[in-house]
């Protein structure tokens, strides 16, 4: 949603997660999931961890013109009418108009660069929740995020594929992210990229995930 309000292309967005290897992108997500309960689970995470999951301002705007995603016909795509309807949804044309004034100017960014933040910032969280305990471990972790979100198998999981960049490479690109002028206090973009202490601690003694 932040690269969506930045800039990004929408097309180039779901094409790069596509091409990563996630089942869909992330705005065809949003449609299937509805942007009405996106919008609740938004508000939940935000009240129970503050500014790093502060919510992004284009949900409102959708929401106020009741489009809602699949179920509503019109979200991000354009979605068939017709019941049990095959037809792949397309992207609609008017999803300029619902990005806030403002906004970091992110469309400049590189291929890699899109991909950075759309996925460490999901591995800087999945750190958290094994400091945390709220899992057992990597194994457990990767399961989860290839049979409860989609992440690509062939990629082993959140906690495999983060192996194969290395710890310290990961920090280093977190840090980059965090640094950026573009990155505002309002989004939360600093506490969401800041490296979580176990990063910074794999990065020390290059531990990794999966030992």
């Not at 690269?3 to 779901?14: F, K, Q």
């Not at 062939?154 to 194969?164: E, M």
């Amino acid at each position: 949603m932040r690269l969506y309000e930045g800039g990004v292309e929408p097309a180039r967005l779901e094409a790069l997660l596509a091409g990563f290897g996630l089942p869909m992108g992330p705005l065809e997500l949003l449609d299937e999931v509805g942007l009405d309960i996106a919008s609740h689970a938004a508000a939940a995470l935000h009240a129970a961890y503050g500014a790093r999951m502060t919510p992004a301002r284009a949900l409102g705007a959708l929401l106020a013109e009741k489009r809602v995603g699949k179920k509503s016909g019109r979200g991000f795509y354009v979605h068939s009418a017709e019941a049990g309807s095959k037809e792949k949804p397309v992207l609609a044309h008017d999803l300029a108009r619902y990005i806030p004034s403002g906004s970091p100017r992110l469309a400049q960014l590189h291929d890699q660069e899109i991909l950075d933040r759309a996925l460490l910032a999901m591995l800087n969280e999945a750190a958290r929740a094994l400091e945390e305990r709220v899992v057992v471990g990597p194994r457990e972790l990767d399961l989860a995020t290839v049979f409860g979100m989609g992440f690509p198998p062939f990629r082993g999981g959140l906690c495999a594929w983060a192996d194969t960049l290395g710890p310290k490479e990961i920090v280093a690109r977190l840090e980059r992210i965090a640094a950026e002028s573009d990155i505002v206090a309002r989004t939360g973009g600093r506490e969401r990229f800041t490296p979580a202490a176990s990063l910074i601690e794999k990065a020390r003694s290059g531990a990794r995930f999966h030992a």
